[in-house]
């Protein structure tokens, strides 16, 4: 309805516009905004090199999923890096355990969650998408399947993240911060130059948790949604609240009804804080969209949420808008 409003003052407007300012004969002539493609953008600081990555693939006229996948693997591969693939912070029995997930242009998804000891939990994920009839596997499932892909297994607990667990063994408080250290998980969507979408979001979730918990990145319509008929959406900060409204998912289909990218995440950011008045305060959650024409968005509930563009003319990191100012 709200949408159908909008859309009608902007009509309204427009024609207004129009009539007073062009012969009725342009206005049969107009055309729509040519899509500003390629384009990629991903989640916090690490996504500039991510995107890097990624753009390698789209200026070459290549696909957005294997832009995307290219993309989030530098993350992955980055030890230094405490909320991503190898030397993510573990759990709180010290398993390093990934969540991933991959969609294609054609409604493709393909997702592991539990994964242990594979350096790429987003190219497994691709697998299950690209050689299995499922859209999901996890646990042992994954990791027999991965090996029988030839993944190999190895050690992700490195030196700094095991001394920080055990660091954290001392007062065991489970408190997940904000922002932590300003890169968090990676979510990454494309826009390619055939104007196909794409997107990846992978991760080590959230430090500390319980073993065995999942949360939102390798879920598909939480962490990671795409519809090539109208856009992409990822999701970055505490998987809970982005899973308890279905965030990414949530935010395309705002697209559908005729919302920006950016008006889309600012409503997801909105449902979090009306549901959750009690815990928003406490919780980071960032949502990044970008619709068919190559507009993008971003927003989170705090401060401190930034995201990474690359395209023909930007290659920059930018700060997300919030909603608690
Ligand atoms: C998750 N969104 O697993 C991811 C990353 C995270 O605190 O844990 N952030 O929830």
């Known amino acids: 309805m709200m949408a159908d409003r909008r859309k009608f003052l902007k009509s309204t407007i427009f ?3 129009a009539v007073s300012t062009a012969s009725l004969s342009s206005l049969s002539c107009s055309t729509p905004k040519e899509p500003k493609k390629p384009i990629v953008i991903s989640t916090w ?4 090199e991510a995107n890097a990555a990624a753009w390698e693939v789209l200026s070459k006229n290549g696909k957005a999923v294997d832009a995307v996948e290219k993309g989030v693997m530098v993350t992955e591969n980055d030890p230094n890096n405490a909320t991503v693939g190898i030397g993510g912070f573990p759990d709180r029995d010290g398993n390093v355990t990934l969540d991933a997930c991959i969609m294609d242009e054609n409604d493709n998804a393909g997702s592991v969650a539990f994964l242990q000891n594979f350096k790429n939990p987003i190219s497994v994920a ?3 998408m690209d050689d299995t009839p499922h859209v999901m596997l996890v646990g042992e499932g994954a990791k027999k399947f991965a ?3 030839g993944f190999k297994e190895e050690n ?8 920080a667990w055990k660091n954290w063994l001392k007062n065991q408080d489970y408190e997940p911060e904000i922002n932590i250290e300003n890169h968090d998980t990676i979510g990454m969507v ?3 130059e055939n104007g196909n979408l794409s997107g990846a979001c992978t991760t080590s979730g959230a430090a500390w948790k319980m073993h065995g918990r999942v949360g939102d990145s390798p879920i598909i319509g939480a962490g990671l949604f795409v519809d090539n008929e109208i856009g992409a959406a990822t999701a970055t900060g505490l998987g809970e609240f982005v899973i308890k409204i279905c965030g990414s998912h949530m935010i395309v289909e705002l697209m559908r009804q005729g919302f920006s990218p950016q008006e889309a995440c600012e409503q997801a950011v909105n449902r979090i804080v009306k549901k959750y008045p009690d815990n928003y305060k406490n919780l980071q959650v960032g949502f990044l969209a970008l619709n068919k024409q190559g507009e993008y968005g971003a927003y989170s509930i705090h401060k401190g949420f930034n995201f990474a563009v690359r395209s023909e003319d930007q290659d920059e990191l930018i700060d997300a808008g ?3 100012g």
């Open 45 to 48: 600081n690490h996504g500039k």
């Open 126 to 128: 691709r697998k299950v």
């Open 156 to 163: 992700l607990l490195t030196e700094s993240s095991e001394k």
């Open 147 to 149: 090996l029988s892909k």
């Open 322 to 324: 919030n909603y608690s």
């Open 15 to 17: 024609s207004g516009l």
């Open 190 to 192: 494309a826009l390619d």
